[in-house]
């Protein structure tokens, strides 16, 4: 089991295989983006994560990285913060970088996921 500890919504810490790791996002779900980290380290995808935040459990159930690693987080000023799948940003590309596309990453549909504060 790896354990994830929040320090604040957008910051995290973790530890893998005795390294340890602080990551700091701008958008978007730090567990799950803690998480595909931890895949790109070569964690097991069914390693479960413990989630904490000043030592309390932060959700009711443990899940495996790979369950976190396809998810982020997407809030609206209508429904609040929401868990989505991840989706790959497609790219169209004509040549140069500058004039590439990138569609939303995130699938509209949401998914059954540990209760969280403040999300449905």
């Known amino acids: 089991m790896i354990r994830v500890d929040l320090l604040r919504s957008t910051l995290a810490h973790f530890v893998v295989r005795c390294e340890p790791h602080v990551l700091n996002i701008k ?5 799950c983006a803690a998480a595909r980290k931890m895949l790109r380290l070569g964690i097991d995808p069914a390693e479960m994560i413990d989630v904490r935040r000043d030592g309390e459990p932060v959700f009711d159930r ?3 990285v790979s369950w976190w690693a396809a998810l982020t987080v997407v809030e ?3 429904q609040g913060p929401r868990f989505r ?4 940003t497609k790219a ?3 040549g140069n970088s500058a004039s590439r596309v990138s569609g939303c990453p995130e ?10 504060w403040g999300v449905v």
Request: aromatic share 4%.
């Open 107 to 116: 699938d509209e549909s949401p998914v059954s996921g540990p209760s969280v």
């Open 27 to 31: 958008h978007g779900c730090v567990v």
């Open 92 to 94: 169209s590309h004509s």
């Open 85 to 88: 799948r991840l989706r790959s």
């Open 62 to 64: 443990f899940e495996p």
């Open 76 to 78: 609206t000023a209508e």
